[in-house]
């Protein structure tokens, strides 16, 4: 995995290679190239085998500087600072962190920062684990009442369009958005092994 | 606590802050806020008025991006541990001194 994520940095170097498009597995690359693209510097999350690619092209980054959260809300303190030093930034994270996300989110809405945020969803489409149902049924919606812009994706091919849409809306509007990564894209973990 | 162990708060913020240069101020919500405040508003300060436990990720921030600009930490540190444990990793001169700065409050 660590190896592949180094022998796609072509991808943020701007690319001698093409990046293959239109390819289900190859949504974090695509999503990546897009961070890049909005010049996207600070990656906070917390470890997660959905965001695990993203994660991981975006720790061999040049010029990327990822930091690794002991729980999400973390991130958006981070990524607050962040941008008060003139710098962009976007929060990693499983539906379960929302919750814990709630009244850290009044920092950006109150002061106008710019959030981004993708998030990989559990509990919401076949989980097996009943723990993770609580918070993926109510995640959108509770990032909505909190004054987050959602947006959904289904399909892998809509990931990246998405993103961008997310970041340009995101850094241009000074506005938290999250983009839901379902599990329908993501596939549901079902523990066989 | 008796009247003479009080810390003066509002003295001590600002005869700390009369040497602050270009130090970065990240206030925790509640008293430090409002001694800063006191003390004069300055384009240097950022005074957090809630989200309890922000101020320490705020720094972090601010010293991941702005790593040769000087800073000073928070006295809310204990509601956020885990936000030192996230920033305890040693990337960054400026962060180890804001964290220290942290732990000696």
Redesign the interface.
């Known amino acids: 995995m660590r190896r592949a994520a180094r022998e796609d940095r072509s991808v943020e170097m701007g690319g001698n290679r093409p990046v293959p498009t239109g390819h289900a597995h190859n949504w974090p690359n695509l999503v990546f190239e897009k961070l890049r693209e909005f010049q996207v510097?600070?990656v906070t999350y917390v470890p997660d085998t959905g965001h695990a690619q993203l994660i991981e092209l975006c720790q061999a980054a040049d010029g990327m500087?990822p930091?690794?959260?002991?729980?999400e809300?973390?991130?958006?303190?981070?990524?607050?600072?962040?941008?008060?030093?003139?710098?962009r930034?976007v929060l990693l994270m499983q539906s379960s962190g929302v919750g814990n996300c709630i009244?850290?989110l009044?920092?950006s809405k109150?002061c106008g920062f710019p959030l981004l945020i993708i998030v990989t969803m559990r509990g919401e489409w076949g989980e097996l684990n009943p723990w993770q149902i609580p918070m993926g049924q109510i995640a959108a919606k509770s990032l909505q009442l909190a004054g987050v812009i959602v947006y959904e994706v289904t399909e892998p091919e809509a990931a990246a369009p998405t993103v961008e849409a997310a970041a340009r809306i995101c850094f241009n509007g000074g506005l938290a958005v999250a983009v839901l990564l379902s599990q329908r894209m993501l596939g549901t973990k079902l523990f066989k092994d | 606590m008796g009247e003479d162990s009080k810390l003066p708060r509002r003295a001590a913020i600002a005869r700390i802050l009369a040497e602050r240069q270009d130090t970065l101020v990240v206030t925790g919500l509640g008293s430090s806020t409002y001694d800063c405040a006191a003390v004069g508003d300055h384009s240097f300060n950022f005074y957090l008025w809630g989200a309890m436990g922000s101020a320490v990720t705020v720094g972090l921030g601010l010293a991941l991006a702005q790593p040769k600009t000087a800073r000073l930490g928070n006295h809310w540190r204990r509601r956020n541990v885990d936000g030192l444990g996230s920033s305890r990793d040693g990337r960054c001169e400026k962060a180890r001194q804001f964290i220290d700065c942290c732990y000696r409050q």
Not at chain 1, 67 to 71: I, W
Not at chain 1, 73 to 87: D, P, Q, R, S, T
């Open positions: 510097r600070h500087e930091t690794v959260l002991t729980t809300e973390e991130g958006i303190g981070i990524l607050a600072g962040a941008w008060l030093g003139g710098e930034g009244n850290t009044s920092l109150v």
